[in-house]
């Protein structure tokens, strides 16, 4: 007789019995769920499985599907997977590097020259002719003497360095990959993608989570491509460009020199921003051949954006200084300030206040005092209290003088809604935001959001007594605040800052683990806990004291020189 198991859905609250050892598309079928887009995973017990697992005692399930962060990340592993199949079978040995998330999609690079409609085309008949996708779970060792065997040095070298006794890999035919996540059973689920010409590599395109019936709209984000571009080619300089070559560094002992190359590089490129700045406020700053350039462009005020936990304030403090050593004394401008009276304050689609959205600050009083600043007028400034939720007189009475300059740093700082009234021609726009570059291979990429949601929840605990549990539940909004507020205007910015470290995520993991294991299993956010704490084991931990204390990480960790 067989056995069967109980499944609870809780896409429709039932629960349902099963055969044992049937897989997620099975109990999918049994559930006769009607869901808009089919499922690509699924919540197994607060774990984020694919479509291929089996059962084998009672579980709690949720069908997840592509609009989903976990369903979109299954998805887009899976076109990686069939691009460099496509690839391979196109030009065999080629390497494919997928590594800058950028325009809604991600830029690919090859060392080899091979024609984009050919690769296209060769995606395509991969995709109908709906091959399986084999998931082989292996001793790590085998796993590493088998892409060592095929040529790929930094999978070898990664999984060499993860500690971890038993590694998945995948199967499309003959071709083989490592992903850290799960993928689609089959190739013909992959119903949408674009691939085309982008700088000097191809663009991978995806669905949009908003719509999956239609590309993410293509956006230019050169600015942003170029940081990325440069800190790339700055890391094969140090020879680690993957977490496989970080974890050797660091296992021969060059943590130190990492550390402090990285550190002394953010250092280079605030001082470079800040003598921009300062030549265009006095030009006699600057060499006698730029100075009518600077002249012409006289600059009286600095905006600082960028996203939650990008680390703006440091990039602020740091910038201050350095613009006084070239002789220009930053005066700040606090956005808090200007908070409208909590009862004029917008909502949001669930009726709750939008502290977010840039017209919750008092837009026509921070203009004209801003105004009145630049024309040499006194100004006394507003302070809100937040207890009262009122705006009341501060007392603070300011006015601006020669080779002086005011800075202003918030979310909304690069829109230009925020300064409407202050002309172009006196603004210099900085975004800042945590760009990370290194990879964890050629085919796995590490997401910027990612950086950004350790720190917060590293910072949340350490300064607001806010639990990763929390954190992690705020965080979808949090990033739909952005994706509206922030990341349309970062290419207004006329210097990018990236904040990210190459080792920070080493010693984050060290801080993150812990609060991450607090997360119960019973709770959705376990799922995010979960995913974080497998991707973080592949870092090899940093001590915390390793770091200066005007690290950009000190913000979130403590033992700042500064004070927050």
């Not at 030009?283 to 600082?304: D, G, H, N, Q, Y």
Request: charged share 25%; aromatic share 10%.
């Amino acid at each position: 007789m067989e056995q069967s198991i109980s499944i609870r859905c809780t896409n429709n609250g039932k629960t349902l019995a099963a055969p044992m050892g049937s897989s997620l598309k099975d109990v999918y079928r049994l559930a006769q769920l009607q869901m808009e887009f089919p499922p690509v995973c699924a919540r197994v017990n607060n774990k984020v499985e694919g479509m291929d697992f089996r059962f084998y005692n009672n579980k709690t399930v949720e069908f997840l599907d592509i609009r989903s962060a976990s369903g979109m990340r299954n998805y887009t592993r899976t076109l990686f997977f069939v691009l460099c199949k496509a690839v391979e079978d196109i030009c065999p040995g080629t390497l494919v590097q997928i590594d800058i998330p950028v325009s809604n999609g991600y830029y690919v690079d090859m060392d080899r020259d091979v024609p984009i409609d050919d690769i296209r085309r060769r995606m395509q008949e991969i995709i109908d002719a709906d091959i399986p996708i084999h998931r082989h779970q292996v001793p790590t060792e085998e796993a590493v003497e088998m892409f060592d065997r095929l040529g790929d040095k930094a999978k070898a070298k990664l999984l060499r360095s993860s500690g971890r006794m038993y590694t998945v890999y995948y199967s499309i035919e003959r071709y083989v990959d490592f992903f850290y996540g799960s993928l689609l059973t089959h190739t013909s689920q992959l119903y949408l993608f674009g691939l085309e010409k982008y700088n000097n590599g191809l663009l991978l395109r995806i669905p949009s989570r908003k719509d999956p019936t239609r590309l993410g709209e293509h956006i230019r984000q050169d600015k942003m491509f170029d940081i990325f571009r440069e800190y790339h080619n700055w890391q094969k300089i140090l020879g680690v460009r993957t977490v496989g070559d970080f974890n050797e560094a660091v296992a021969k002992g060059h943590a130190n020199n990492l550390i402090q190359v990285g550190e002394a590089l953010q250092e280079k490129k605030i001082a470079n921003i800040a003598f921009d700045i300062a030549g265009h406020i006095n030009p006699s700053l600057v060499p006698e051949k730029f100075r009518k350039e600077f002249a012409e462009t006289p600059i009286r005020m600095v905006l600082i954006a960028g996203p939650s936990s990008s680390g703006k304030t440091t990039t602020c403090k740091r910038l201050s200084i350095q613009l006084l050593t070239n002789g220009i004394k930053p005066i700040p401008i606090s956005l808090d300030d200007y908070f409208v009276d909590r009862d004029n304050t917008p909502r949001d689609e669930t009726g709750d206040f939008d502290f977010e959205s840039i017209y919750a600050l008092n837009l026509p009083l921070l203009n004209q005092q801003l105004q009145d600043l630049l024309d040499g007028k006194e100004v006394e400034l507003p302070r809100y209290d937040f207890k009262l939720g009122k705006s009341v007189k501060s007392g603070k009475k300011l006015k601006l003088h020669d080779n002086e300059v005011l800075v202003v740093e918030g979310i909304h700082a690069l829109n230009p809604e925020l300064t409407a009234k202050i002309p172009e021609r006196m603004k210099y726009r900085v975004y800042a935001s945590a760009l990370t570059t290194i990879m964890l291979d050629d085919h796995n990429y590490i997401p910027a959001t990612d950086n950004r949601l350790l720190r917060r929840i590293v910072r949340d605990y350490n300064y607001r007594g806010v639990s990763a549990q929390e954190t992690i539940r705020r965080w979808p909004s949090v990033r739909r605040g952005e994706d509206k507020w922030i990341f349309p205007y970062q290419e207004n910015a006329n210097a990018m800052f990236n904040t990210a470290m190459l080792f920070e995520l080493a010693i984050l993991k060290i801080y993150a683990i812990p609060l991450l294991e607090q997360v119960p299993e019973d709770c959705q956010e376990y799922s995010e806990a979960y995913r974080l704490r497998k991707f973080l084991g592949y870092f090899k931990p940093l001590p915390f004291d390793t770091i200066p204390p005007t690290s950009l990480l000190r913000e979130f960790l403590g033992g700042s020189s500064f004070e927050y």
